[in-house]
T-cell receptor, first 116, second 114 residues
Framework: EPEVTQTPSHQVTQMGQEVILRCVPI?????FYWYRQILGQKVEFLVSFYNNEISEKSEIFDDQFSVERPDGSNFTLKIRSTKLEDSAMYFC??????????????FGPGTRLTVL | AQSVTQLGSHVSVSEGALVLLRCNYS??????LFWYVQYPNQGLQLLLKYTSAATLVKGINGFEAEFKKSETSFHLTKPSAHMSDAAEYFCAVRRETSGSRLTFGEGTQLTVNP
């Protein structure tokens, strides 16, 4: 069964450093998403991406964040200058371009980002 | 704005007992509702979804949920808990529009005791 994959599974970085989290969505899906889950808190939406542009973003997704689809398979989340509060599990998801009921988001296993 | 509230951050049941995880939603338009499960050190897996076709929805692993508009609820149930059901369960809501964000509840940690 096709699945969303993410690399790395765990990333440790120093505060102020740039990180890039990578995702390979399901191949025939056209919508891509990033969510994050700070330890002990709920899963929060960051951004959605369709047709090579951001379609929706949350208030969390400020200028420090960017997303890109550099080729036909990868979808990346870049954090330019990491802060301690960026430590979280980051989930990538994808969904097909379906109307209503068929638009289900499938999640990857996550990347745990630790900022020291 | 849409939101969901999960009543009870921790639920503990005995193996073989009924599982009931509560979710109430707030939405100004007919919502699409989802239950996801997260096993330790894993991602989110879709259990089931409500998309206005039928109010009683059956999902994987013997789980089901009933959409009750009058109570604005979408509670998750399973008649007989298994040890392997121990996980965190998230209720989520989104608009009908394709590509819309999911808004998650706080999550309920289910413990199954032998």
């Amino acid at each position: 069964e096709p699945e969303v994959t993410q690399t790395p599974s765990h990333q440790v970085t120093q505060m102020g450093q740039e990180v890039i989290l990578r995702c390979v969505p399901i191949s025939n899906h056209l919508y891509f998403y990033w969510y994050r889950q700070i330890l002990g808190q709920k899963v929060e939406f960051l951004v959605s991406f369709y047709n090579n542009e951001i379609s929706e973003k949350s208030e969390i997704f400020d200028d420090q964040f960017s997303v890109e689809r550099p080729d036909g398979s990868n979808f990346t989340l870049k954090i330019r200058s990491t802060k301690l509060e960026d430590s979280a599990m980051y989930f990538c998801a994808s969904s097909p371009l379906g109307q209503g009921s068929t638009d289900t988001q499938y999640f990857g296993p996550g990347t745990r980002l630790t900022v020291l | 704005a849409q939101s969901v509230t999960q009543l009870g951050s921790h639920v503990s049941v005995s193996e073989g007992a009924l599982v009931l995880l509560r979710c109430n939603y707030s939405s100004s338009v007919p919502p699409y509702l989802f239950w996801y499960v997260q096993y330790p050190n894993q991602g989110l897996q879709l259990l089931l979804k409500y998309t206005s076709a039928a109010t009683l929805v059956k999902g994987i692993n013997g789980f089901e949920a009933e959409f009750k508009k009058s109570e604005t609820s979408f509670h998750l149930t399973k008649p007989s808990a298994h040890m392997s059901d121990a996980a965190e369960y998230f209720c989520a809501v989104r608009r009908e529009t394709s590509g819309s964000r999911l808004t998650f509840g706080e999550g309920t940690q289910l413990t199954v005791n032998p």
